[in-house]
């Protein structure tokens, strides 16, 4: 589910990009056309200034609304996608704090005598290289899985941080 809502949130954003790389072309277009009329205006002078629109005009105002509305639906999709994602996004990462809770504790139980030998290595280990060995493993996955996406994973996580604090 998290998969197909990301890949959905990349597709809106593409959409999203292409209606406002649309609306920029449109307004070129459009300040171009106004430019060439008031050099026209000012080349017969100043005679009954009247702002008429042609037929060409016309079509690129019409494509220039539809393409403000598919931009705005676009981005609003988009909006709530991306709340969305962060919401399913965070419930898999409290699971997944839960699942290993549930498994040390049950692991401690099970088998006592592996417990202390996971618990002896671990005082060997200083927090900070823990932190760092798993940041690395975290930033190696994410590269193997899509390595554009390595600077959002890693600005979504001090997102998150930030959050918590």
Request: proline residues 2%; aromatic residues 6%.
């Amino acid at each position: 589910m998290l998969i197909s809502k990301k890949a959905a949130q990349r597709k809106l954003a593409h959409e999203v990009n292409s209606a406002k790389h649309s609306i920029d072309e449109l307004k070129e277009l459009l300040d171009r056309k106004k430019e060439g009329k008031e050099d026209m205006i000012e080349g017969e002078g100043e005679a009954e200034a009247v702002d008429v629109i042609d037929e060409e005009e016309f079509a690129w105002l019409s494509q220039l609304k539809a393409a403000k509305q598919r931009y705005r639906t676009s981005f609003d999709e988009l909006r709530e996608l991306k709340s969305d994602v962060e919401h399913i996004s965070g419930l898999v990462e409290n699971s997944r704090s839960q699942l290993l809770a549930d498994f040390e504790q049950w692991m401690s139980v099970e088998h006592p005598d592996a417990a202390s030998a996971e618990a002896a290595a671990l005082e060997e280990h200083t927090p900070d290289d823990v932190t760092t060995e798993f940041e690395a493993l975290e930033a190696e996955r994410v590269m193997t899985r899509d390595p554009d996406s390595l600077p959002y994973f890693r600005a979504s996580k001090n997102h998150r941080a930030l959050k918590r604090r």
